[in-house]
């Protein structure tokens, strides 16, 4: 079975307010050292998928230089690979992808050269693992035109999320996208199995029509027309780009060590750009209590529940609490962080307090406070 799979990565997440400012939310760094679509990109690597697209738009750059040539993922070869595809100026078209079905459909090309015969769309924002062989194996068994991963609805909010409902056969007969009235029980979790052929067929005959959109304009309206499955998924998944709440409750999740033994277990392990750096170092005045501390960084003073990323360094009575500091931040001697976002290379001076409530505080990227 040869299987395409597609990454959509092109959402600015504007939930998440100035942190995706600079990158796309499928670039957000999560739990120390990885970013959201190293996720999605290692489960479609560890099903044996080697032609992976990632369709991105908004400020790729960040994205972009984190996949490089995709060696991390085993995904720079000859036959295959890792392919960025962002929308490009031409005779025939000047336009950004106006929604998830044109994305594809201006890619059409990589699907009609490609010798694949399944398509696997992911998105690259979302925080999961898992293995997709019973999934395809499920598609086979069942007949499904198409297979979409679902998720009980308990614990999440219904309307950020498409919810489905399904027949005794796990048939979905109804599907609501992010309405006020739920269709069911189920969320989508915007993974799609298909035949390549079906899905290009369902584009031509949906996007020159004016209809844009991969859910609401090609999957809702041929519910009847073809056989769609749900394949529930019972363990941890997080859509990041919700809002910056979700955010850190998902770094924060990783603290829970039924949550990290799941996402990072060594059967199924998720893979990322890799930098050659020193173990964290904890000095004699330092303590580190349920956190993670992650490579290059120095800790001369106390953090409790929080996610520290690379050469962060935490100076002699500096306290970080229930926060999550990215790359290269620096809290100075006597400083106290309190439910806060540090972004990349932030530095809190000297004896300064901040708090946050509600809302964590966020503090963008170079920003001395």
């Known amino acids: 079975m040869k299987i395409l799979g597609l990454i959509l990565?092109?959402?600015?997440?504007?939930?998440?307010?100035?942190?995706?400012?600079?990158?796309?939310?499928?670039?957000?760094?999560?739990?120390?050292?990885?970013?959201?679509?190293?996720?999605?990109?290692?489960?479609?690597?560890?099903?044996?998928?080697?032609?992976?697209?990632?369709?991105?738009?908004?400020?790729?750059?960040?994205?972009?230089?984190?996949?490089?040539?995709?060696?991390?993922?085993?995904?720079?070869?000859?036959?295959?690979?890792?392919?960025i595809l962002q929308p490009y100026v031409s005779e025939a078209s000047q336009l950004w992808y106006r929604g998830t079905a044109d994305a594809l459909h201006q890619n059409i090309t990589v699907l009609r050269r490609g010798d694949e015969d399944y398509v696997l769309i992911g998105s690259g924002d979302h925080i999961y693992n898992i293995d997709f062989t019973p999934v395809f194996k499920y598609h086979l068994s069942t007949s499904a035109d198409i297979t979409i991963l679902t998720k009980s609805s308990e614990g999440y909010d219904p309307a950020f999320y498409g919810t489905v409902k399904t027949d005794e056969n796990e048939r979905i007969i109804d599907f609501k996208e992010k309405e006020k009235e739920n269709a069911g029980d189920k969320i989508n979790l915007g993974v799609y199995f298909m035949n390549k052929k079906l899905m290009m067929d369902l584009l031509y005959s949906t996007v020159p029509n004016g209809k844009y959109d991969l859910v609401r304009d090609v999957i809702i309206p041929n519910?009847?027309?073809?056989?769609?499955?749900?394949?529930?998924?019972?363990?941890?998944?997080?859509?990041?780009?919700?809002?910056?709440?979700?955010?850190?409750?998902?770094?924060?999740?990783?603290?829970?060590?039924?949550?990290?033994?799941?996402?990072?277990?060594?059967?199924r392990k998720i893979y990322t750009k890799l930098k050659d750096l020193a173990p964290p170092k904890i000095t004699?005045?330092?303590?580190?209590?349920?956190?993670?501390?992650?490579?290059?960084?120095?800790?001369?003073?106390?953090?409790?529940?929080?996610?520290?990323?690379?050469?962060?360094?935490?100076?002699?009575?500096?306290?970080?609490?229930?926060?999550?500091v990215m790359e290269g931040s620096t809290i100075e001697e006597g400083s106290k962080i309190v439910n806060c976002i540090l972004d990349k290379n932030v530095t809190i001076r000297t004896e300064h307090s901040y708090i946050g409530y509600e809302e964590p505080l966020f503090f963008e990227k170079w920003q001395v406070v």
């Not at 790729?60 to 984190?66: I, K």
């Not at 809002?243 to 990290?260: A, C, G």
């Not at 990323?309 to 002699?316: D, G, L, M």
């Open 223 to 267: 519910i009847e027309n073809l056989r769609i499955m749900s394949y529930k998924f019972s363990g941890y998944w997080r859509n990041v780009k919700k809002s910056l709440i979700e955010y850190k409750r998902t770094n924060m999740d990783m603290l829970d060590p039924e949550v990290l033994n799941e996402l990072f277990s060594p059967q």
């Open 9 to 83: 990565a092109g959402e600015k997440g504007q939930n998440l307010g100035k942190l995706t400012n600079k990158r796309a939310s499928a670039a957000v760094p999560i739990a120390g050292k990885y970013r959201a679509i190293d996720f999605t990109l290692s489960n479609m690597v560890r099903a044996g998928i080697k032609k992976v697209g990632v369709l991105t738009q908004y400020n790729p750059r960040s994205l972009m230089d984190h996949l490089g040539s995709g060696r991390e993922w085993d995904l720079d070869r000859k036959n295959g690979g890792l392919y």
């Open 284 to 324: 004699s005045t330092g303590s580190v209590v349920n956190s993670i501390v992650a490579d290059g960084c120095i800790v001369s003073g106390k953090v409790y529940n929080s996610v520290i990323f690379r050469n962060v360094n935490v100076k002699a009575g500096a306290i970080v609490d229930n926060s999550v």
